[in-house]
């Protein structure tokens, strides 16, 4: 699996934006790039996946670097919801090892009120 | 439409004993992922199973863990003899298809542990 490098933790400001940045240039041409969260005491949720153009939904933006070596995952206003640790993900293009999540060791965001 | 189910959210089992974790995944998904994580440690990739199919086993230990994800039924997660190592929390994922642009919807968890 192609790997991800992230920061180990960010701080913000409730009502802040907040970019998390996420590093994978080994990427292949056909790795998904996936965002999960996970919040305290729950399980991991999903965030948002892109392949290479910038995607937004309801939670969140991914912008993706023109060259795919690099990721940042956009909140728009963080709220004290929003702390939690962000897993940013490749997803192979091979049909089984593709289904499962590899998981990294993620950004701690801290949200200040 | 609940989400995935996992019982029980709590655990407790003595060294020795048998544990059984149960997943019922989402309404219409026929597609199970079971991860693992260690205390102070990251998830991890236990099994993949489809209806009456192990699909990849690849992150399971190789003896005393098994699952199952039977035609009819929630899906489970059995750990014989329990040893210390094995207290973490479980969580199980469930998707409608397969496919790396498929997103994977997890339960909360069955936290174990050991005594």
């Known amino acids: 699996d192609a790997k991800t490098t992230q920061p180990n933790s960010m701080e913000s400001n409730e009502e802040e934006p907040v970019h998390l940045p996420c590093n994978h240039s080994?990427?292949?041409?056909?790795?998904?790039i996936h965002w999960y969260r996970q919040l305290p005491s729950q399980g991991p949720e999903y965030v948002i996946h892109?392949?290479?153009s910038n995607v937004n939904n309801r939670m969140a933006s991914l912008a993706i670097a023109e060259d795919r070596k690099s990721s940042t995952l956009i909140l728009h206003r963080a709220t004290l919801r929003d702390a939690a640790v962000y897993y940013c993900?490749?997803?192979?293009?091979?049909?089984?090892?593709?289904?499962?999540?590899?998981f990294g060791e993620g950004t701690q965001l801290t949200v200040n009120p | 439409n609940a989400g995935v189910m996992q019982n029980p959210r709590h655990l407790v089992r003595r060294r020795g004993q048998e544990a059984r974790l149960r997943c019922s995944p989402m309404?219409?998904?026929?597609?199970v992922y079971w991860y693992r994580q260690l205390p102070e440690e990251g998830l991890k990739f236990m099994v993949y199973l489809q209806k009456e199919n192990i699909i990849d086993e690849s992150g399971m230990p190789k003896e005393r863990f098994s699952a199952e994800f039977p035609k009819e039924g929630p899906s489970i997660l059995r750990i014989q003899q329990v040893v210390r190592g094995d207290s973490a929390a479980y969580f199980c994922a469930s998707s409608p298809l397969t496919g790396i642009s498929y997103e994977q919807y997890f339960g909360p968890g069955t936290r174990l542990t050991v005594t």
């Open positions: 080994t990427i292949s041409g056909t790795d998904y």
């Open positions: 993900i490749l997803r192979d293009g091979l049909e089984t090892s593709g289904s499962r999540l590899t």
């Open positions: 309404k219409g998904h026929s597609h």
């Open positions: 892109g392949l290479t």
